[in-house]
């Protein structure tokens, strides 16, 4: 294209004055290399950050469109070979308004804290992220550019210090090489950076070394470059963590009223971390401690009609997880559940990307998927599972993705194989496909268990969920998205199809037998100088229906954010929708003539904010219509569920939430459930903290409003308690030890409401890392 001489001249100048506004536009960033011995205290006394790149980062780029910061941040870096080191001085003309709390790790994304962003290919993927709140508390994780999904559950080792001053805050930390991947040599290597401080007051401001396009979505596309690195070596990577973990286990029929019967156990595991080159991987671990020492939080189950999800918190599985991602979940680890031994091998070589791991499990969890509900299941058996993921980056624009993942034991299989694609079509239009098949064949106990008449179809209690009774079967999915995101609108478009005998065993895919088309239009409004910052406007229109055509579900909505003052968030969404109840008849699969279409009309609401500097309050709602499932009629629904975080002092933490459902029709309560989760933190330093967590839920039935079904017991309470001290050098040289016990109430236990215990557990757990 041929400017004219006017039109040149502007371009010339734009970029100019870009230049001197921007300079890390302008080019690169330099590290230099430096050795010196750095005392993680915060004080920023050793010479050798007089050397070091400056860099200031002046630009805040939300929710203002680059303007100029309010507040001075200097950054400074440099690098020795093995380590990269950053310090931050964040100044504060009002230092006593500093919002931070001494924390365990991740936890401290809500306060004031400096840090980075890195993409060490600079290919505009993936992100490592490291933050520091000004006590030194660290915060670290993933962000994931393919899938748009940011996470912060991944936990690096490395070294941070913070400290209050008069004027502010600073921080200094250092990053192993060891603990990134990255393409090794002796030649200049340039990697994608960006510096960042969060100054949350009023609202959040977000201040970067970069100026943000807001036409773009991708932020890891628009980092700034930095150069260097000739001498960067990982060095002996090599981690081994040998664990013990010793627990007394104490259970009791309480029906019975039986006596206590004791288990003691003790188990020593080993994980081991070698990274074979810069940029591959091996995991591997024998006999883990894959339990859940932080309690998973306690979710509404009365009336839902698909299985509950639960993040994945175990470090075998979230080391590099993010190269097992893909359009659909097809790698869902918490279905893993009791392995004896498990490797994992995950790398990057030039524009392919991979990852591989395999598991054999003592146990068989199993999400048996259909088009009106799903449930959690589980075979006796042993099995292995395992995953592979495969991607080519053609350029920047455009990706090719294989995903296959196997689950096998006796008489049992699961097969899935998947092909994807990304390109990125322009700046802010993006086209996501992927092809899927499945090969399945279930063993024989799954049928006796759910089909008493010999597994026959026609009298089968789930025969839209298992619905063959011998040898494979077969089937396929795909999903195609288109997705539009620009600085004033946000247009997702999606369809997929999911056929009735496809199953994703390893994955999290609780539909089949399921095709869906939704389209969601959302149109934002920014604001400078008032009380608001922005608002979105947005509207949705999502349709259902199974593979002969049956509708399932037709949904509209509309929806309001805003985001205010107290760093306020307010969402309300208002949706008419036609949904189809459970089968009259289970024994068959069809929805029309089986089913019942309702309408429904109800809103969600949805607010955050935080008044002061140690009060975090917030609430979700849903109020209106909905289905009474077990009774096959309509009713209407109260859900409520305020939350609760205040830092007491800078040490003691509460966290309140409590969840309250209610569901009314013939103008009675059908069910009432509650759940309250009560924890209490005191961190006596950013390595180690006591906590005191409490889980109390009670469901109370009216026997006299539900007719279809037999209700066992008015009520049933269960109490959850575990008391845990941790102590963490590292995230994986750790101490825990701890208490738990569970307690329920029912009819069945005595003539009135007295909760008894029948479980409880001390254990303990030790592992170091050997480095």
């Given at each position: 294209m041929i400017l004219p001489r006017e039109s040149a001249k502007a371009l010339a100048m734009l970029m100019l004055l870009c230049s001197a506004a921007f300079p890390s536009l302008a080019e690169p960033i330099n590290i230099p290399n430096i050795k010196a011995v750095i005392t993680f205290d915060g004080e920023l006394n050793e010479?050798?950050?007089?050397?070091?790149?400056?860099?200031?980062?002046?630009?805040?780029?939300?929710?203002?469109?680059?303007?100029?910061?309010?507040?001075?941040?200097?950054?400074?870096?440099?690098?020795?070979?093995?380590?990269?080191?950053?310090?931050?001085?964040?100044?504060?003309?009002?230092?006593?308004?500093?919002?931070?709390?001494?924390r365990d790790r991740d936890d401290a994304f809500s306060d004031d804290i400096v840090g980075i962003k890195l993409d060490t290919f600079n290919n505009h993927r993936l992100a490592y992220k490291f933050f520091v709140n000004p006590y030194g508390v660290q915060n670290d994780g993933i962000d994931n550019a393919m899938t748009s999904q940011n996470s912060d559950l991944w936990d690096g080792i490395w070294d941070a210090a913070g400290k209050v001053t008069t004027d502010g805050y600073q921080v200094e930390f250092a990053i192993p090489y060891r603990e990134l991947n990255f393409e090794e040599g002796s030649d200049i290597k340039t990697w994608g950076i960006e510096l960042l401080r969060l100054y949350p007051r009023d609202k959040v401001l977000r201040i970067s070394n970069i100026p943000l396009d807001r036409d773009n979505p991708c932020w890891t596309c628009q980092m700034a470059e930095m150069q260097g690195f000739e001498q960067a070596k990982i060095g002996e990577n090599l981690l081994i963590t040998p664990s013990i973990v010793a627990k007394v286990d104490e259970e009791r029929d309480v029906y019975a009223d039986e006596d206590w019967q004791s288990d003691n156990d003790a188990e020593v595991g080993l994980n081991l971390r070698w990274g074979i080159t810069p940029d591959?991987?091996?995991?591997?671990?024998?006999?883990?401690?894959?339990?859940?020492?932080?309690?998973?939080?306690?979710?509404?189950?009365?009336?839902?009609?698909?299985?509950?999800?639960?993040?994945?918190?175990?470090?075998f599985f979230l080391d590099n997880s993010e190269y097992f991602s893909s359009p659909l979940n097809l790698v869902y680890t918490r279905n893993v559940t009791d392995p004896d031994y498990g490797a994992k091998v995950t790398g990057k070589l030039g524009k392919q990307t991979f990852g591989f791991f395999m598991t054999k499990d003592n146990y068989t969890s199993l999400i048996l998927p259909g088009n009106l509900y799903s449930l959690p299941d589980d075979i006796s058996d042993e099995s292995y599972s395992g995953a592979l993921?495969?991607?080519?980056?053609?350029?920047?624009?455009?990706?090719?993705?294989?995903?296959?993942?196997?689950?096998?034991?006796?008489?049992?299989?699961?097969?899935?194989?998947?092909?994807?694609?990304?390109?990125?079509?322009?700046?802010?239009?993006?086209?996501?496909?992927?092809?899927?098949?499945s090969d399945t064949e279930y063993p024989i106990e799954l049928y006796d268990k759910w089909c008493p008449n010999s597994g026959a179809q026609d009298e089968c209690y789930l025969s839209s969920m298992i619905n063959k009774n011998e040898g494979a079967f077969t089937d396929q999915a795909f999903k195609l998205e288109f997705e539009h995101s620009s600085e004033d609108w946000t247009l997702r478009t999606q369809y997929k199809a999911i056929g009735e005998d496809f199953r994703a065993d390893l994955g999290y895919l609780p539909q089949v037998d399921y095709n869906e088309f939704t389209t969601t239009v959302n149109r934002t409004v920014y604001f400078d100088d008032t009380l608001w910052s922005e608002m979105i406007f947005g509207g949705e229109f999502q349709t259902s229906h199974n593979d002969d055509g049956d509708l399932i579900n037709e949904r509209s909505s509309v929806s309001y954010t805003v985001w205010g003052p107290w760093q306020s968030i307010f969402d309300a969404v208002y949706s008419h929708e036609e949904q189809v109840g459970l089968r009259y008849d289970t024994n068959q699969t069809a929805i029309d003539n089986n089913t019942t279409l309702f309408e429904l009309d109800y809103l969600d609401l949805f607010m955050d904010m935080q008044p002061r500097a140690d009060l975090m309050l917030g609430f979700s709602s849903r109020i209106g219509d909905a289905i009474d499932y077990t009774n096959d009629r309509k009713?209407?629904?109260?859900?409520?569920?305020?939350?609760?975080?205040?830092?007491?002092?800078?040490?003691?933490?509460?966290?309140?939430?409590?969840?309250?459902?209610?569901?009314?029709?013939?103008?009675?309560?059908?069910?009432?459930?509650?759940?309250?989760?009560?924890?209490?933190t005191y961190a006596f330093n950013v390595n180690s903290f006591l906590r005191l967590t409490m889980v109390y839920n009670a469901t109370d039935y009216n026997q006299n409003n539900n007719p279809d079904i037999i209700i066992d017991s008015d009520y049933h309470d269960n109490l959850s308690t575990q008391l845990l001290y941790s102590y963490k050098l590292n995230p994986q040289t750790v101490f825990f030890l701890g208490y738990s016990d569970n307690s329920i109430?029912?009819?069945?236990?005595?003539?009135?409401?007295?909760?008894?215990?029948?479980?409880?557990?001390?254990?303990?757990?030790?592992s170091y890392a050997w480095m």
């Amino acid at each position: 294209m041929i400017l004219p001489r006017e039109s040149a001249k502007a371009l010339a100048m734009l970029m100019l004055l870009c230049s001197a506004a921007f300079p890390s536009l302008a080019e690169p960033i330099n590290i230099p290399n430096i050795k010196a011995v750095i005392t993680f205290d915060g004080e920023l006394n050793e010479p050798v950050w007089q050397q070091a790149k400056h860099v200031e980062v002046n630009i805040v780029n939300y929710p203002y469109e680059n303007t100029p910061s309010p507040v001075k941040t200097d950054a400074y870096i440099f690098e020795d070979g093995s380590h990269i080191y950053f310090a931050f001085k964040a100044q504060d003309p009002n230092p006593e308004n500093i919002q931070a709390f001494i924390r365990d790790r991740d936890d401290a994304f809500s306060d004031d804290i400096v840090g980075i962003k890195l993409d060490t290919f600079n290919n505009h993927r993936l992100a490592y992220k490291f933050f520091v709140n000004p006590y030194g508390v660290q915060n670290d994780g993933i962000d994931n550019a393919m899938t748009s999904q940011n996470s912060d559950l991944w936990d690096g080792i490395w070294d941070a210090a913070g400290k209050v001053t008069t004027d502010g805050y600073q921080v200094e930390f250092a990053i192993p090489y060891r603990e990134l991947n990255f393409e090794e040599g002796s030649d200049i290597k340039t990697w994608g950076i960006e510096l960042l401080r969060l100054y949350p007051r009023d609202k959040v401001l977000r201040i970067s070394n970069i100026p943000l396009d807001r036409d773009n979505p991708c932020w890891t596309c628009q980092m700034a470059e930095m150069q260097g690195f000739e001498q960067a070596k990982i060095g002996e990577n090599l981690l081994i963590t040998p664990s013990i973990v010793a627990k007394v286990d104490e259970e009791r029929d309480v029906y019975a009223d039986e006596d206590w019967q004791s288990d003691n156990d003790a188990e020593v595991g080993l994980n081991l971390r070698w990274g074979i080159t810069p940029d591959v991987m091996l995991n591997a671990t024998i006999n883990p401690d894959f339990s859940n020492v932080e309690a998973d939080a306690g979710q509404l189950a009365v009336n839902k009609t698909s299985a509950l999800f639960f993040d994945e918190k175990r470090t075998f599985f979230l080391d590099n997880s993010e190269y097992f991602s893909s359009p659909l979940n097809l790698v869902y680890t918490r279905n893993v559940t009791d392995p004896d031994y498990g490797a994992k091998v995950t790398g990057k070589l030039g524009k392919q990307t991979f990852g591989f791991f395999m598991t054999k499990d003592n146990y068989t969890s199993l999400i048996l998927p259909g088009n009106l509900y799903s449930l959690p299941d589980d075979i006796s058996d042993e099995s292995y599972s395992g995953a592979l993921r495969y991607r080519y980056d053609v350029n920047e624009d455009l990706s090719f993705g294989l995903t296959s993942t196997l689950r096998s034991a006796d008489d049992y299989h699961n097969y899935v194989n998947a092909i994807d694609v990304k390109y990125k079509m322009s700046v802010s239009n993006t086209l996501i496909a992927q092809v899927l098949t499945s090969d399945t064949e279930y063993p024989i106990e799954l049928y006796d268990k759910w089909c008493p008449n010999s597994g026959a179809q026609d009298e089968c209690y789930l025969s839209s969920m298992i619905n063959k009774n011998e040898g494979a079967f077969t089937d396929q999915a795909f999903k195609l998205e288109f997705e539009h995101s620009s600085e004033d609108w946000t247009l997702r478009t999606q369809y997929k199809a999911i056929g009735e005998d496809f199953r994703a065993d390893l994955g999290y895919l609780p539909q089949v037998d399921y095709n869906e088309f939704t389209t969601t239009v959302n149109r934002t409004v920014y604001f400078d100088d008032t009380l608001w910052s922005e608002m979105i406007f947005g509207g949705e229109f999502q349709t259902s229906h199974n593979d002969d055509g049956d509708l399932i579900n037709e949904r509209s909505s509309v929806s309001y954010t805003v985001w205010g003052p107290w760093q306020s968030i307010f969402d309300a969404v208002y949706s008419h929708e036609e949904q189809v109840g459970l089968r009259y008849d289970t024994n068959q699969t069809a929805i029309d003539n089986n089913t019942t279409l309702f309408e429904l009309d109800y809103l969600d609401l949805f607010m955050d904010m935080q008044p002061r500097a140690d009060l975090m309050l917030g609430f979700s709602s849903r109020i209106g219509d909905a289905i009474d499932y077990t009774n096959d009629r309509k009713g209407e629904l109260i859900e409520f569920a305020p939350k609760l975080t205040w830092n007491i002092t800078t040490h003691l933490e509460l966290e309140l939430m409590h969840v309250y459902a209610e569901l009314e029709a013939e103008s009675d309560f059908v069910y009432r459930e509650n759940i309250t989760d009560f924890r209490l933190t005191y961190a006596f330093n950013v390595n180690s903290f006591l906590r005191l967590t409490m889980v109390y839920n009670a469901t109370d039935y009216n026997q006299n409003n539900n007719p279809d079904i037999i209700i066992d017991s008015d009520y049933h309470d269960n109490l959850s308690t575990q008391l845990l001290y941790s102590y963490k050098l590292n995230p994986q040289t750790v101490f825990f030890l701890g208490y738990s016990d569970n307690s329920i109430d029912n009819d069945f236990i005595g003539e009135k409401k007295e909760i008894k215990q029948n479980q409880r557990t001390a254990f303990l757990k030790l592992s170091y890392a050997w480095m």
